[in-house]
């Protein structure tokens, strides 16, 4: 309803064919009004009028000295060296049969290529063998608590150790050091224990097991006091 | 005058002689150490996996109660001890066993000990050196495993030690 109207693009594509070399009427129009204007700014810039002729005649010699197309033979010439200069495979791509000019000169490029890369390898080993290896700072080097430089870490053997306590589970893994248990139990027999008094967290008293079995005393799992086994 | 004059001697001497008398009670010879060892083993009913230094203890304790068929060592721990001493070593799930020796090691050889064991009373006993006395106690684990006890004495001669060391 109140909408703007959309505004027309001030360049528009030029047309192809008939219609584009035939200037319509609005582009008339336009030259007039280009004309027009050009002679308005004639009249207030007298000084450049000479110029005027300069320039008009430059753009006729620019008209009549147009370069000319290159010829087919031309383009197949130029279009076989690139495909040989691409590789086979875009040889075998192309529809262009390279000739031999072409080929000497791609085996002459693939030559040059490779005695590029041996060349940057061959600086690149020598770089890595002759330049001197930064080495770390002796300020911060790691140094072991009452050892002198090239010593070796001393350790221990199972004699030098005493493992007070560790986890069943652990003894397997010990490396150096003999575990607090390191063969089977040998219990008591009779005659090796005199169970002088025993009792349960009530005050029960609890007797040591009797019989030929090895002595030992096993607490009831009834959590009842007064129970005496 | 003379009495009078060595009666200081003979004070000193007496309050010597009460002195080291604790330190002289039979069995307390000084050269000889003790250690105590504590194997804690967890038995279950629900499996029959045995570690094989467990294998006699298994054998003894299944003689009392065969639903145990599984024995593991927890954890073994040694400490050594003087005469007087009361020591606690940690158990499973933080409880603790106390171990005290009352008396050392005298011409028989033996050790007297007292050991607290959990959910369990005082238990005083002599033991010969060198072997393990199992306590089945009443305690069980979360896992419904149940704590034994191997309470082990052994006896070191320092000076048969050293000469040993030294040759």
């Known amino acids: 309803m109140n909408q703007d109207p959309i505004p027309q693009p001030e360049f528009q594509k030029p047309e192809s064919g008939q219609e584009a070399q035939e200037p319509s009427h609005a582009g008339l129009d336009h030259l007039k009004n280009d004309r027009e204007e050009l002679a308005a700014w004639l009249n207030k810039h007298p000084e450049e009028a000479s110029h005027l002729e300069d320039l008009q005649a430059l753009v006729s010699l620019c008209r009549q000295s147009e370069p000319s197309q290159p010829s087919d033979e031309t383009w197949d010439h130029v279009l076989g060296g690139v495909i040989a200069g691409i590789g086979p495979s875009a040889a075998s791509v192309g529809h262009a049969n390279p000739v031999s000019g072409s080929r000497t000169l791609s085996y002459f490029e693939r030559g040059l290529r490779s005695s590029l890369m041996g060349a940057a390898a061959a600086a690149a080993f020598l770089l890595a063998v002759l330049l001197p290896h930064e080495k770390p700072p002796t300020g911060i080097e790691p140094e072991i608590p009452f050892l002198g430089r090239g010593e070796t870490l001393p350790i221990v053997d199972a004699s030098d150790v005493d493992l007070m306590s560790m986890e069943g589970d652990d003894t397997r893994l010990l490396v150096v050091g003999i575990p607090p248990v390191n063969a089977p139990l040998v219990l008591v027999g009779h005659g090796d224990i005199t169970l002088l008094s025993a009792a349960d967290e009530y005050g029960t008293r609890v007797q040591m097991s009797s019989g030929p079995d090895a002595p030992m005393i096993v607490a009831p799992l009834s959590k009842q006091p007064g129970r005496e086994r | ?167």
């Open chain 2, 1 to 167: 005058m003379s009495l009078t004059r060595s009666f200081p001697r003979i004070l000193v001497a007496m309050v010597a002689l009460i002195a080291c008398a604790p330190a002289c009670r039979a069995g307390d010879d000084p050269s000889i150490t003790i250690r105590v060892c504590v194997v804690e083993v967890l038995a279950t009913s629900q499996n029959k996996n045995v570690d094989e230094k467990l294998e006699c203890l298994a054998k003894e304790v299944q003689k009392k109660d065969p639903s145990l068929t599984g024995f593991r060592l927890k954890h073994c721990a040694h400490q050594e001890l003087a005469v007087g001493d009361k020591v606690k070593f940690p158990l499973v799930e933080g409880e603790v066993v106390e171990v005290s020796i009352q008396r050392g090691p005298g011409k028989n050889d033996r050790v007297q000990l007292t050991v607290k064991p959990p959910t369990m009373g005082k238990i005083v006993y002599d033991s010969c050196c060198g072997k393990y006395f199992p306590i089945v106690t009443r305690y069980e684990t979360k896992d419904k495993e149940r704590l034994i006890l191997a309470i082990g004495v052994h006896c070191c001669d320092k000076e048969k030690e050293k000469k040993a060391h030294q040759k």
